[in-house]
């Protein structure tokens, strides 16, 4: 896998940055790549830093807007509407999640939405990231400023704990074992897609309920 991406782009370093900005991929899988490709830790772990984090930008600002023109699309308004119904459940989820941590305590609501996104994105598992984590801030209604932190250092904890394992993978094993990371992880991503896709084509949309 690591050899085919390197002959598809023809450069590690924009292969990483590229492999980054790929949902479900994103920092996990660039950090993989690169170190498979023999890149150095720290420079595996800046280059898919940067690249992930970048993903933020476009989806806080454009997110709601593409949502709201797809919906006035016909052929993909139900599609559209499904999707936003599954991201706004998805915030609600995160945030019931914080306050059934603070249940005796008068927490500010809107700090609970933060540490919500932070961990969310911070702890490296399938589906969490930036993609959906900014996704989930836009849904919890968090301003600018206030989702931009938590998500950008909730990035740089999962790309250092990503560096961390994929290190120690690679004193256990020689790097072959990240080629095979990299494989588990597409076709994880793969999956996760699909599965996805059936979740929300089976999730009644808010127009359905109306």
């Not at 790309?159 to 961390?164: A, E, K, P």
């Not at 994880?188 to 009644?204: M, Q």
Request: hydrophobic share 55%; charged share 20%.
């Amino acid at each position: 896998m690591v050899k085919f991406i390197q002959e598809l782009v023809g450069n590690d370093v924009w292969a990483t940055i590229l492999m980054s900005f790929f949902p479900l991929i994103e920092l996990k899988g660039a950090i993989v790549f690169a170190r498979g490709a023999e890149l150095g830790a720290f420079l595996a772990l800046l280059l898919s830093y940067i690249g992930s984090t970048l993903v933020f930008f476009p989806i806080y600002f454009l997110l709601r807007p593409i949502l709201k023109l797809l919906k006035k699309i016909k052929f993909v308004s139900v599609l559209a509407d499904k999707i936003e119904s599954y991201f706004s459940d998805k915030a609600q989820e995160t945030l019931e999640k914080q306050k059934g941590k603070n249940p005796n305590k008068k927490s500010n609501e809107n700090l609970l939405k933060t540490l919500g996104v932070f961990l969310f994105v911070a702890i490296p598992l399938p589906m969490t990231g930036v993609w959906t984590g900014t996704a989930i801030a836009v849904f919890l209604n968090l301003k600018f400023k206030d989702s931009i932190l938590p998500v950008t250092i909730g990035n740089l904890i999962a790309g250092i704990i990503i560096s961390l394992l994929a290190e120690l993978c690679l004193s256990l094993w020689n790097i072959a074992v990240l080629d095979y990371l990299l494989y588990g992880l597409f076709a994880l991503a793969i999956l996760l897609i699909v599965v996805f896709i059936i979740k929300v084509s089976l999730k009644k949309s808010k127009k359905e309920n109306e």
